[in-house]
């Protein structure tokens, strides 16, 4: 029985988003030839991965895993799970450059990827953390305006661009310059090029994630709808097949299909999979507790790669505690890791 009668018949759960995705879903499959899926091992995508294979009568979907390197063993199997229960082959394709090398060669994250960028900005130029104006620094260091307007909190009142977002990152920056190279380069290498990289070589004329709306953060803030016309190039346009999935959503699917997923969520307590123990992670604290229990391997690795980021982050917090009132969840980052794992 094809996805419409199913329909017709009433057997997809009474619920308006997951109805309008399987009929959306299903005219992109028709609409479209040759269709790649983004696979994270995360719960949204066990969703997709079914949505797909419900309307996919034509194997028009890739499935694809992009490997950072940092992934987590309960991950490693969920995807076997998956390739068994469903009988498709996940692609797996590795990072360009291991994070462990893009962290030593440029840097590592640190609070989020814009504030990253900013900070890998300034320290090619030498920039000596100084508390002056916008125009003195700007004849200091001309080559990096945009960088120097976050400094000096010049995009506008309120605006996230301004350091100032980050409450008491300035005050902290000055007295504590940081002494280690500060970049997001590693999700470049491990994420962003090689889905591009792969999108052009295989001639995909579509290419799915499963970003939600209501998971909110900066990832689902980028898109207004499910669908983005030559998101990708002038030949390959992008669908999320489950971007209005609320949370109840997502359950009313689970329940009705009898999605299982990875023991990241089952035992371990994770809310969200991606790359082990980044520091974009505002509760990386956390993450780093359950990955020392679960995956000790694994938190080995994290703390070698990612040490100077988590003591400069500690450092950051408490010095924000120390310094500054009333403040909570705002001296954490912008972004989580899940805002990098399809981008
Ligand atoms: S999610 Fe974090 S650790 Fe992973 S590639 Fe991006 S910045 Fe690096």
């Not at 301004?162 to 999700?187: A, Q, R, T, V, W």
């Not at 909110?216 to 190039?233: D, E, L, P, Q």
């Not at 999605?259 to 035992?267: L, P």
Request: overall charge negative; glycine content about 4%.
């Amino acid at each position: 029985m094809n996805i419409l009668e199913e329909l017709e018949k009433g057997d997809i759960p009474n619920n308006k988003e997951i109805y309008e995705s399987f009929l959306v879903g299903n005219k992109k499959v028709q609409d479209y030839k040759k269709i790649c899926c983004s696979v994270s091992g995360g719960s949204d995508s066990d969703l997709m991965i079914d949505l797909f294979m419900r309307l996919d009568e034509e194997k028009k979907v890739t499935f694809v895993f992009f490997n950072t390197g940092l992934e987590y063993q309960a991950t490693k199997e969920h995807l076997k799970y998956l390739e068994d229960k469903y009988d498709i082959e996940i692609v797996v394709i590795n990072a360009k450059k291991p994070i462990p090398i893009t962290c030593r060669e440029y840097g590592q994250p640190f609070i989020s990827k814009q504030v990253s960028e900013w900070i890998e900005r300034l320290q090619r130029h030498n920039f000596k953390w100084e508390d002056k104006s916008f125009e003195e620094l700007y004849e200091e260091y001309p080559k990096c305006k945009a960088a120097l307007r976050w400094w000096c909190n010049e995009w506008g009142e309120d605006s996230k661009f301004n350091i100032s977002y980050n409450k008491g990152l300035k005050e902290f920056m000055i007295i504590n310059p940081p002494e280690f190279k500060i970049s997001p380069k590693c999700c470049k290498y491990a994420k962003k090029d090689i889905i591009h990289d792969f999108i052009e070589e295989n001639d995909f004329d579509l290419n799915c994630y499963g970003v939600r709306k209501a998971e909110g953060g900066a990832r689902s803030a980028a898109y207004k709808n499910c669908f983005t016309n030559n998101a990708v190039n002038e030949d390959t346009d992008e669908y999320r097949p489950i971007f209005w999935y609320k949370d109840s959503t997502k359950k009313a699917y689970e329940q009705h299909f009898n999605i299982k997923h990875s023991k990241c969520y089952t035992e371990y307590g994770l809310k969200r999979t991606g790359c082990a123990g980044c520091p974009f992670n505002q509760d990386f604290e956390e993450e780093l507790k359950i990955i020392d229990q679960y995956e000790p391997k694994l938190f080995k690795a994290v703390n070698n790669i990612f040490k100077d980021s988590y003591e400069y982050t500690r450092a950051y917090r408490a010095f924000v505690k120390e310094n500054f009132k009333n403040v909570n969840k705002e001296i954490d980052g912008q972004m989580s890791i899940d805002d990098y794992i399809a981008v």
